[in-house]
Each structure stands twice: as C-alpha cells, then as structure tokens.
C-alpha cells in the first residue's frame, strides 16, 4: 500500500479503526484532539460510535462498557486527562477488560503546558491507579509507530485481557510524516466467552467485576493477574537498537527523545566517539536484558528524558548499578536538542559521569 | 398443585445480604419481575452500583457489571452504544447517582440515552454506616450530620426528577415509593414501563424509588416506612415527572 | 540529501500549509520527509513555525534548530532564527513586512516582497506559496515538476477550486528576479 502522508494523532485514529475499533470516547484537549476529531468525521460513516463525553471520567467508564461487551475501544486524552481517567483504568485493570487508551502527553504537574513531555512515565508504567496492576506500555517514536503500535496495542490487549496504553508525546501527535496504514483487520479477532452480551438463554450470568470482599479470592486473583504479567514480560518486550554492538556509551531514550538522540550519536559517531542507542519500544514491560547485556560492556548509560528523570531508574534497575547512569533533560514542554545530547555523550566519552 | 407464587427468573438463587427490612429487596424483585414479564432476559445486561446494591451483580441472574462510584450511566451508555439491541438498565443509589455520579446522570439523560435506570433514594450512605447523602432531609441525623442536616452550611437535598425534568431530552422520569401495598403495585407498573421504553426505543427513562433504611435510620422497618409516608414522600412527592410519548399523543 | 527548512510568521498567513505543500510534494519524490508544526492556543494571530525536513535518510528529531533554509513571513521571526541558519545555508524574507536586510555573511539571502506581489495578483493570502516558489528556484529542495498533484493532496477536498491560485503564485515567486 502506498504512503500517504498524516498526522501522528490522526494515524492513530485511522490505525485503530482499521483494527476493529468501532467505539471512541474523549473528552478535548491539547495536543491530542486531532484523534477524538478524526474520529467524529470517520466513525458514524462505518457504523461506529463517536462520543464526546462529558469528562475524562465518563469517557473511560464508556470503554469500560463496550470493553465489558466484548468490543474493541478506545479513549485518547493528554497528561491531564489521563490522570482523571486512572480511577477507570484500575477498574479495567482488575476486571481484566482490553482496552486502547492513548496518551500523547504534555508538560506537567497540573494543568502544566501543551508542549511535549514525557513526565507521565511513572504513572504509565508503575501503576497510576490504585491496586496492583499493570498496563502494557508502548512508545512510538514516528507516525508510523503510531499506526503499528495502536494497531499492536489492541492484538496485546485482547490476548493478555488487560489494558494497553500508547503513551506518545504532542510532537510525535502533531507532526505529519508519510504512513503505511494497516491493512482493514477482519479476522483473528481473539474470542471473548467472558463477555456480557446478554446470556441467551444459553449459559450461567457472565459478571465483570473487580470487587472480592474476601480476601483469599482478591489474592488469587491478583497472583493469576501477575502470571499472566510474567507472559508478557517473557514474550512481548520490543527494542530498537542502533549502533549499540561496539558501542562504549549506550544512550537510553524512548519516542522524541530517542528521535533527538539518534542525531547526537550520529554527530558522536562522526567525531569517532562510539555512541549506541537502546531506544524501548516497550516501557511495560521494560527492555531490561537489552540493558543489562549493554552494562557489559559500556562505559555508562545516559537517560535522554523529558522528564526529572523518571526511566532512569528503570535503567539503573536493570543494570544493576553496574555502571553509572547520567540523565540528560529538558522539562515543561522543552526538548533537549541534538547538540545538548551530544554534549552529554562527550562528557561521559571523557569519563565524566 | 397450581404455582401461585415464585422467584421471578431474573433473579439468582443467591441470598441477598441486605439488612432486615431493607426495601432493596423489593426493588430487586419488582425489577426482575419486569424483566421476566417482558421476556427479556436473556438479552438484558445489568450494571451495578458501588452502595449497599454493589452486589446486585451476584442476585441478578442476566449478565452483570459492576461500576465503579457514580459510573453506572457511562458504563451503561457503553455497552448500549456497543449492542444497541440488548437492554441495558442501572440499578443505583442516592449517593452514587446525585453525588459522585450527578455528571454521568445529567449527561445520560440529555443524550435521551436508551437505558433504564432504577435509583434508590433511602436518604442516606447505608453500604459506608449512614453518612449524610445528597437527598438526605434538612435536619436529618447522620453519621456526618450528627447535629442533623444543616441547609445553610451543607445545602438543600437534590430533587432528582425535578432536576432531570428540567432537560428536553429525556423520555420518562417517575418517582414511586414501596413503603406500602399500593405504592409497590405502582412501583411495578413504572419500572416495567421504563424497561418496556427502552425496548420500544424511546430513550431515557428513570425511576426514582423512595425507599427506606431501618438500620441506619436507627428505627424498626415498619417506623421507617411510617417515617417515608411522614418525611420522605412530603419532600419527594410521587408521580411522573416526564412522559415524553404522552405528552406528545396528546 | 538531507535539507532542513524553517518557515515562520504569523498565525494566518499560512506557513503550516508552505510546509505541508513542500512536505507533500517531498513524498511524491520518493523522499523521507517529516513536518512538524508549533502549536499553541493561539489560532490566528500568534506567531507560528513549522519545521520540515526533506531527505534521502530517514529522519532523526523531525525538530528543526539549525536550517538549511529559512523563510521568514515576520520580522520577529526573522530576528528569532536568523543566525541559527547553517553557514552556506538559506534565508527567504518577505520583504514587504520586514524592512531590514541579513546581517549574515554566510548565507544566501533572498528578499521578495510577497505580501505584495500577492495582492497585486489579486491572491492576497497566498504570500507564502509566492515565497515557496522562490524557494524552488533557489534551493531545488523539491521540483516544480508534478506541483499540481501535490497541491491537490494538500488542499482540502471543498478548496481544490484553490489549486490554480496556489500554482500562480507558486509560479510568480520561481520567476520573481532578485
């Protein structure tokens, strides 16, 4: 299929329809209202729904019904946005509901800006609602990751009955770049006998429910969660490594940042500085062989974050503290540029960490 | 020997935990009753409250979910919005739906969402102990009122179906009472109307129940009901609010 | 090839849509492209950038710092990211709205005066494709040859009535002497 050229946020949008999902629920807001928009022109064309809830809350409690029928769905919001939706994910989460929600994140805490960050690490990837539980966490670094991986969070969700999370950035939802949409998914959708599709006079009450007031049951459903959490770390990580093999110092950066980072070690590499990168595609679960393989034989690790420093600690955590690891940052909605990156590579090619 | 009397299909066999007295148990069965006078059980699917009816999941015998706090109407307009052809009803109580959950009311109701919803107004939190709730009396004693229900520091209570009433969209808003023989036989009729809407299509349709709570009200069942004719019903007077497809007929 | 442009001016006079135009017409070359727009609560009025890269690799940081070339619609603008324009590279300035030359020696500076020429086309709000058109001839990031067909995909479906305008103007800027 020929490229066409779109939108991250867009290519989302289109990429999930052409998954499946015929159900959209948002509420608006900067720099992610181009999917809820795209969705409202495409989706009463195919059947599907659209709905402009009447907050974040709604919305997510929406993908918690369809989801609960047994249909893909999905929700798109920002930073902001996302932390009113984390009551509805834990609920997902602990009714082992499939569901799509998109976060293409902006500066925070608070209302914090509209510019790109990636500051909502942690609550993506270490809970963000309450309980124990995990999402799956993937990060797209181009519009056509955004397309792949929407399209690869759905078949994760459905497979592992959890929720999925695509957690972008306003930089990688803003800018056009030419995609290679997937092909109209029409079969291999995975069965869901759990449903509430109405029994049919045919079986036992089907309950979606995250409630256990005895606390054996809430027990063993936590541990039966977290075998199944084993699986996907066993089987699902992705990773893009670039220039790693001779590498002496290993960059660690994901989405934008990875992009930034990509030119620094170019730029590295031409002044014959042996720079890699380990760019996870995954951040749920985390690459932490990748990482821990590369503490062999680097010098030392530097996280390209815009954030205070939040995956950093899941480096040092998979290195264990084996070599040191300096962070190289911008906040609030600033991007490190290409020379700031290098300028960090440099520092630790001599040996300051 | 001819059955004159049995548990409606729509319910499970499981025994239900509310207290003694508690009106909840009518409710339940006036809603199953409905569901089996329609014939609509095998494609009805129910969404249950966090409240003293959280486990309602358990005593409905139709697919169940259960809501988080005050999302029965989201939950309830995604699974309708996912299978428009199943019924889809609500069964939820004064301080999840006009208090944690008024937005997912307000808004589910103006989008005329075709969903019935059953509230039940008892006045009071019962599932946390008897805190004070949004349709709580002015005076009323509470775990969180203990000095009773001041109006000028806490508000007035919420008039649900007056407050719904106010919104073009919605199709049907009744509010009943089971403290005696007559209001359940009217209670039976109005739930079944709003599940028959649904199936015709109409939209919107809610039933307020004003119903009691001996336990946390501190009083016997039969003085509670005595207290809903006395207190509750003169505050939340009874009748259909809304009836869009009458109205229009006439 | 791996040429970086900077368009900025002021919200409305169509920069984003300069870069689309650039970005579109790239990828029927079979380039790697990327685009990247400002964005900010301002619709109309505030200023706006955006950032495209026309390559023959793929495309790191789509964030353009340093250009290769620059077009500036405004004069704070022009004094925000002159000197960030590489040496040998490019600026276009529409110097209808900015009435000061480049104090940069390094680079090659073109002044057209766009916002002009426009109105006296009778196109008043296409400056910016008389301003891509210069760029065309200066640069050849891209080719004059199939315009229309990337102009098509650019334009939305009820302004396709547009193309032709968009193509003069394109056209005024390649032949504009200076």
Not at chain 1, 246 to 268: E, L, M, Q, T
Not at chain 2, 182 to 188: D, I, L
Request: negative net charge.
């Amino acid at each position: 299929m020929a490229k066409v050229l779109m939108k991250g946020n867009e290519a989302i949008a289109e990429s999930a329809i052409r998954s499946g999902c015929r159900h959209y629920f948002g509420y608006p807001i900067t720099p992610q209202t181009e999917v809820a928009a795209y969705m409202a022109k495409r989706m009463p064309k195919i059947g599907g729904t659209f709905l402009q809830a009447e907050s974040e809350i709604s919305a997510i409690n929406m993908v918690y019904g369809v989801s609960s029928a047994g249909k893909r769905v999905m929700t798109s919001s920002s930073s902001p946005g996302v932390s009113l939706k984390q009551e509805g994910i834990s609920y997902l989460a602990g009714s082992d509901l499939p569901a799509l929600i998109v976060n293409v994140q902006r500066g925070g805490p608070g209302l914090g800006g509209i510019q790109p960050s990636q500051s909502d690490y942690f609550q993506a990837t270490k809970g963000g609602g309450h309980g124990d539980y995990r999402l799956i966490v993937l990060a797209p670094a181009s519009v056509q990751e955004m397309a792949d991986l929407t399209s690869k969070a759905f078949d994760l969700a459905d497979k592992y009955r959890m929720p999925a999370m695509l957690l972008a950035d306003g930089t990688i939802g803003q800018m056009m770049e030419p995609v290679e949409l997937p092909e109209e998914k029409t079969d291999g959708f995975v069965e869901k006998p759990w449903a509430v599709t109405g029994t049919g006079g045919k079986r036992e009450h089907n309950i979606i429910n995250s409630l256990y007031l005895v606390p054996e049951e809430l027990e063993k459903k936590n541990l039966e969660r977290y075998e199944r959490y084993k699986l996907v770390e066993q089987n699902e990580v992705m990773v893009e490594e670039y220039l790693t093999d001779d590498a002496d110092i290993c960059v660690v950066a994901f989405g934008i940042a990875a992009r930034v980072s990509k030119n620094a070690i170019n730029a590295a590499r031409a002044k014959g500085i042996k720079a890699g990168l380990i760019r996870p595609i995954t951040l749920w679960p985390f690459p932490k062989d990748a990482i821990k393989k590369a503490a062999e034989k680097v010098k030392g690790f530097i996280s390209v974050e815009l954030s205070m420093g939040q995956m950093i600690e899941d480096i040092r955590l998979a290195e264990e503290c084996r070599k040191p690891v300096v962070l190289c940052n911008r906040v609030g909605g600033m991007i490190p540029s290409p020379d700031e990156v290098l300028s960090a590579i440099e520092k630790a090619e001599g040996g300051e960490f | 020997m001819a059955v004159v009397f049995s548990k409606p299909k729509a319910l499970t066999d499981a025994p239900l935990h509310y207290c003694p007295g508690c009106t909840h148990g009518i409710i339940h069965r006036l809603v199953a009753e409905a569901i089996d006078s329609l014939g609509i059980l095998d494609r009805t699917v129910g969404v249950a409250p966090v409240g003293c009816a959280v486990m309602s999941y358990d005593y409905f015998s139709c697919d169940m979910v259960e809501a988080a706090h005050g999302r029965a109407p989201a939950v309830a307009t995604g699974l309708k919005r996912a299978m428009p052809d199943r019924i889809i009803f609500t069964y939820q109580g004064d301080g999840d739906l006009a208090s944690i959950g008024m937005a997912e009311t307000v808004h589910a109701a103006t989008r005329n969402e075709n969903i019935t919803v059953i509230f039940v107004n008892n006045a009071i939190y019962g599932m946390t102990g008897g805190q004070m709730a949004p349709t709580s009396l002015p005076g009323q004693v509470t775990q969180t009122s203990p000095y009773g229900r001041d109006v000028k520091t806490v508000g007035y209570p919420i008039k649900v179906c007056e407050l719904l009433s106010g919104l073009d969209a919605p199709e049907y808003i009744e509010r009943v009472a089971v403290n005696n023989v007559k209001n359940v036989m009217k209670a039976k009729k109005a739930i079944k109307k709003a599940f028959q809407n649904q199936i015709e299509g109409k939209g919107f349709s809610l039933i307020e129940v004003v119903s009691s709570c001996p336990t946390n009200w501190g009083m016997t069942p039969q003085k509670a009901l005595d207290w809903v004719e006395s207190d509750m019903i003169p505050y939340y007077p009874l009748g259909v609010y809304r009836d869009k497809s009458a109205k229009e007929a006439e | 090839m791996y040429t970086q442009i900077l368009i900025a001016g002021f919200g409305g006079q169509g920069v984003l849509f300069a870069g689309k135009v650039l970005a579109y017409k790239g990828l029927t070359e079979e380039k790697q492209i990327s685009w990247l727009p400002s964005y900010g609560p301002e619709m109309r009025g505030g200023t706006a950038n955006c950032s495209v890269i026309v390559s023959d690799t793929p495309v790191g940081s789509p964030i353009v710092h340093d250009p290769d070339i620059l077009v500036v619609m405004n004069l704070p603008s022009f004094d925000k990211y002159e000197n960030a324009v590489v040496p040998g590279g490019y600026a276009f300035v529409d110097s209808t709205l900015i009435d000061r030359k480049s104090e940069r020696s390094d680079i090659s500076a073109f002044y057209i005066p766009a916002t002009k020429m426009a109105r006296g086309l009778g196109i008043p709000t296409l400056a910016n494709m008389i301003m891509i058109g210069k760029v065309i001839r200066e640069t050849g990031v891209i080719s004059m040859d199939g315009l229309r067909d990337a102009l098509a995909k650019t334009v939305s479906a009820k302004h396709q009535d547009l193309i032709d305008a968009n193509l003069k103007a394109i056209e005024a800027g390649y032949s504009f002497e200076g």
